[in-house]
């Protein structure tokens, strides 16, 4: 069976730092894109980052842009999504998704792209 999980959420003031994983079974991650979406309260889901698949190549929210990082240990079929100077308005549900959809810059916030989706886990930013 495909798994995504995704865990590492948590309670964290403004300011400070959380680190996200997303770990993969049931398919072959190296040729997968594993993205990350979230979706505050009230809000649409909407795109985080994205890493491509094999070596990676990342691309990232403006809003996030400088302060999160996507990286891939492809041996552990996992993805970290490190979250640094978060806010208030990064409080959402995390989700972690995966394509096998060739991703390009026009493309890696679609979610109709992503095959495979993971349960969330909620970060909280209070300020």
């Known amino acids: 069976d495909v798994q995504l999980q995704a865990s590492g959420g948590g309670v964290v003031q403004a300011g400070g730092s959380l680190r996200l994983s997303c770990a993969a079974s049931?398919?072959?991650?190296?040729?997968?894109?594993i993205g990350w979406f979230r979706q505050a309260p009230g809000k649409e889901r909407e795109g985080v980052g994205c890493?491509?698949?094999?070596?990676?190549?990342?691309f990232y929210r403006n809003s996030v842009k400088g302060r999160f990082t996507i990286s891939r240990d492809n041996a552990k079929n996992t993805v970290h999504l490190q979250m640094n100077r978060l806010r208030p308005e990064d409080t959402a549900v995390y989700f972690c998704?995966?394509?096998?959809?060739?991703?390009?810059?026009?493309?890696?916030?679609?979610?109709?792209?992503?095959?495979?989706w993971g349960q969330g886990t909620q970060v909280t930013v209070s300020s």
């Open positions: 890493i491509r698949s094999g070596i990676g190549g990342t």
């Open positions: 998704a995966a394509t096998s959809v060739r991703i390009i810059l026009s493309t890696w916030d679609l979610e109709y792209n992503y095959n495979y």
């Open positions: 049931g398919f072959t991650f190296d040729d997968y894109a």
